[in-house]
């Protein structure tokens, strides 16, 4: 299958196709978790650059031969079918650039089917026809859903279809003959489904089975009912029972969960027409690389803020010195490792792939719109839980002012796992043509740390004003505001952490419960900080933002930074239109109609009320 768009949330920029081994019938059926690789449109232009930005191996269990006197059987696949790709890059690559011709051909997004020629080897296109779901979606509307109870683990997960949520008992049923036992709002679970089942699945809340993927049967007909869907889950007709009340999510940016009890949620919808143009740039804080694509329609000005450490702990998974340093590592970490870097030969490849196919997503999701992407900011008891960290972690008895940031960068016992950081934003750039992509540096606690980093990455192929390349320091220290002047001599821009600036311009451990009533992003020392730093470094031609939650909170703060002449806030994208809101409201106290005051504007004293 190849969709000329994203199939769940409508993004138009890329292609993503599915592959399985044998016939196409396993793949339509749901019978196996398929291949999906995903091409970003724009880089297709140049034969030179890398178009693949994402890579994702299906399990492809089970696949549909030839039998004898021309019918089919299905068998298993091997354990080497399993766990290799089914398409060469030169293969994605011409598909991609035949359904692009396919698309333009017919003026619209499209839903192909392909073929390759098990003989020869040679590539067909067998079938198109307009895709019909998403590209029909309102594109003025933003509707989302968001569960207000906090949910337990959920007792199955898989392949998230569309992003609603969806609750009631459970009907567990192993044909579709059973249309009269199925109650009106009740879960279908199942194996898999076929055109027999959309009578039971037009009366269904949820739908959950056990195989499949996002172009099977399953997942195609729940995106046109408007059904959330979790496919692929491998076990839900063992674990969940007949009778049990669930609550079905696909609204929460991962992979689709499905939680006991009958939880509550809420559904908006933002109309996009009502959000206000602002001249202070809101954009978006962005960690999960699989959630980026769903906020593509939001008006933003960019990714203020997108963190590495997510992408390494949940779609990478290993510490990266593990990956170049294996006879550091136990048996049982060294065998994880394996199982994880599967059909990798080169296993620091393994970290880089992942990492620059994260980085990737966002940074597309946003094009041609910066997006900043900050370095890893872990704390060393953070990088010890990846899998085999232990050994190159220290222990120690404040990681939150300890060996973290800049500070690893350049140090003996990191060197190597951030020149894979490197390559992973190098290839990003360079190779798939993502040059809206700002490198971020967090906690540099010095200017000869900054030079030491910057030298790193020099080294490294990052070289700031090569291929466009910006550099920007988080500005978190009150080393960073006391010498502002000399880090923009080193740095293209700031951004304001707000939640370290606060603990260590007041001395309170974030953290701490105790002190909880101590730590205010409001206190003067922290504001006073804020307000000396934004003229300072906009002075230097160097823009200044600020990426946390107390915007998203606190409509004073956000006047407030609108009134310091702030280049740039971001936030939450749920938070998004609120804020927006709240920016067009200061800007027009403080600058009136026109909301056209120049960046770096400077306020008397007399004119700042407190922002509390």
Known sequence: MIFTLDPESGFPEVIV???????????????????????????????????????????????????????????D???????????????????????????????????????KDGLTGELWIVQARPETVQSRRAASTLRRCRLTAVPGAPLVDGIAVGEAIGSGPVVILD????????????????????????????????????????????????????????????????????????????????????????????????????????????????????AAFRWWRLPADGVGL????????????????????????????????????????????????????????????????????RTGDFKTNEYARLVGGRPFEPVEANPMIGWRGA?????????????????????????????????????????????????????EGLRRGENGLKVYVMAEIPANVILAQDFAERFDGFSIGSNDLTQLTLGVDRDSEVLAHVFDETNPAVTRSIEILVPCAQAAGRPVGLCGQRPSDDPAFTEFLVKTGIDSISVAPDSFAAVKHHVAAA????????RTAPSGTRWSQAEQPSAS
């Open 17 to 75: 196709i599915s592959a399985a081994f044998g016939l196409g019938e396993t793949v339509v059926s749901g019978q196996v978790d398929p291949d999906e690789y995903t091409v970003f449109k724009p880089s297709l232009k140049d034969p030179e650059l890398d178009p693949l930005i994402d890579v994702r191996v299906g399990a492809k269990r089970r696949k549909a031969v030839y039998a004898e006197h021309g019918l089919t059987r299905t068998v």
């Open 77 to 115: 696949t091997t354990a080497e079918e399993r766990s290799r790709r089914v398409l060469t890059d030169a293969e994605v690559r011409i598909l991609a650039d035949w359904a692009l011709t396919v698309e333009g051909h017919y003026g619209c997004p499209m839903d192909l089917e392909w073929a």
């Open 175 to 290: 044909s579709p003959v059973d249309l009269d036992r199925f109650p009106p709002g009740g879960v279908l679970v199942t194996g898999i489904t076929d055109p027999d089942w959309e009578p039971i699945m037009k009366r269904a809340s949820a739908i959950v089975t056990d195989h499949g993927g996002r172009t099977s049967h399953a997942a195609i007909v729940s995106r046109e009912l408007g059904v959330p869907a979790v496919v692929g889950t491998s076990r839900a007709t063992q674990t969940l029972h007949d009778g049990q009340k669930v609550t079905v999510s696909c609204a929460e940016g991962g992979p689709g969960k499905v939680y006991d009890g009958l939880l509550t949620y809420e559904e908006t919808e933002t109309d996009l027409a009502d959000i206000p143009a602002t001249r202070t740039h809101v954009m978006l804080n962005l960690a999960d690389p699989s």
């Open 306 to 373: 997108a963190r590495l450490e997510f992408i390494v702990a949940h779609q990478v998974k290993v510490h990266p010195m593990a990956l170049l340093h294996p006879e550091r590592l136990d048996p049982a970490d060294r065998c994880a490792v394996d199982q994880l870097t599967e059909g990798y030969l080169d296993r620091t490849r393994y970290f880089s792939d992942r990492l620059a196919y994260g980085i990737a997503r966002i940074a597309a999701s946003r094009w041609p719109a910066p997006v900043v992407v």
């Open 407 to 459: 500070s690893r960068y350049y140090s003996d016992g990191y060197r190597e796992g951030f020149a894979l950081e490197c390559r992973a934003l190098r290839r990003a750039r360079d190779e798939m043509d993502l040059t809206n992509v700002i490198v971020m540096i967090p906690f540099c606690r010095s200017l000869d740390e900054a030079d030491r980093v910057l030298g790193v990455m020099a080294e």
């Open 587 to 594: 800007e027009q106290v403080w600058y009136g109609e026109g």
